[in-house]
């Protein structure tokens, strides 16, 4: 029946394309939570992450710990993502209760609410343009800036999309980038960064004194490790893919910057459902208050949105997205290092 609405839709217009504000209006009715399902998602995967993190713990044999200290590492991501959709008020919008959770878990995910909400809201309204855009996302320069920047500039800009700051995401965009950075920064704002930190510490210190340092690598180190590699990565490939487009102020449209800007990151659907749908990203930037699990269904009903910039997570597309460093105002499209330089 909606797949016959929207193709009726379609019709009354004629044929023609949504664009702008029309088109965003057309994903209006699919910004609906249904909180039966938002909750069961919440806890379920709450609750494969407890029991995972157990088996981590207390299984007897070093393979089935393994096993469950990398399904563990999945868990976190999925709920990661949840925490995300949750922070956009995109599920269980008036809920105390699931905010009150979702503000303790984002402690525990070195993500504190202080600063994910301020960050990623600023960068859903400043994706792709060229000066801004740096905060909640990697930074871009242009190739003519990148040229003119001083040597330490530089360093500091490629040191932020070097692909080792993304493989130990953990400790550079999490550790640092969302919770001692900004607090020592801005102490009186961000206390509940120094919180996130806090209790990192004292579970690593709980889980080396009562399980010893396999337990610790197994519950903590490994889990994080995974959850913050593949955050990372998506954070930096859906906006730095071969053909993203940039803008400066003039040409900037926020529809624009949905569509051209924001990759759909085509997964299995096992994948898809430990990223819990984050790839339909282009989607996600034009409405960030769709629930992640409708986003297959608004991809499937609106034929504006079903012909995307997409990227994958097959090797070779992932060494494409690592090598690009600046943006080529003439070309425009990025290109690596090597041209840049020229």
């Known amino acids: ?45 709450a609750l494969l992450l407890a029991a995972s993190t157990t088996g981590a713990l207390l299984l007897n044999y070093l393979a089935f710990k393994i096993a469950c200290s990398v399904l563990s590492g999945m868990f976190l991501l999925r709920l990661f993502v949840i925490y995300h959709d949750q922070q956009h008020n995109a599920i269980l919008p008036k809920s105390k209760l699931a905010e009150w959770l979702m503000r303790g878990f984002g402690i525990l995910a070195l993500s504190p609410s202080s600063i994910w ?14 000066k801004g855009s740096h905060i909640g996302s ?12 001083s040597k330490s500039a530089r360093m500091i800009y490629l040191f932020m999309r070097h692909p080792l700051t993304i493989l130990f ?5 999490f550790l640092h980038g969302m919770c001692l950075r900004p607090f020592v920064s801005k102490p009186k704002e961000h206390l509940d960064c120094l919180l996130a930190l806090l209790v990192h510490a004292g579970l690593a210190a709980l889980l080396l004194v009562k399980f010893g340092w396999q337990g610790w690598l197994l519950a903590q180190v490994i889990p994080h490790f995974i959850t913050y590699v593949i955050g990372s ?17 003039a040409g900037w449209t926020y529809e624009r910057a949905a569509l051209e800007s924001s990759s759909y990151m085509k997964t299995s659907g096992l994948m898809a459902w430990f990223t819990a749908n984050i790839g339909y990203h282009h989607i996600h930037h034009l ?27 097959h090797p070779r597309e992932i060494m494409r997205c690592l090598r690009l460093k600046v943006w ?15």
């Open 287 to 313: 409405n960030a208050r769709i629930p992640f699990y409708r986003l297959p269904e608004v991809l499937r009903e609106i034929p504006e949105l079903q012909n995307p910039k997409v990227t994958t997570l």
């Open 138 to 149: 990697f930074p871009i320069m242009t190739k003519d800036h990148f040229l003119k920047a």
């Open 233 to 249: 990565y998506l954070f930096y490939a859906q906006h730095n893919f071969p053909d993203v487009s940039f803008y400066d102020k």
């Open 169 to 173: 995401g953990y400790l550079t965009v």
């Open 328 to 342: 080529d105002v003439e070309l425009q499209r990025m290109v690596g290092l090597p041209n840049a330089v020229r």
């Open 117 to 130: 909400r301020s960050s990623h809201n600023h960068h859903h309204h400043h994706n792709s343009k060229i």
């Open 1 to 45: 029946m909606t797949s016959g609405l929207a193709l009726a839709d379609s019709i009354t217009l004629g044929g023609r394309n949504r664009t702008g504000t029309e088109l965003i209006l057309a994903t209006k009715n699919y910004a609906v939570d249904n909180t039966a399902k938002s909750w069961w998602c919440i806890l379920s995967t």
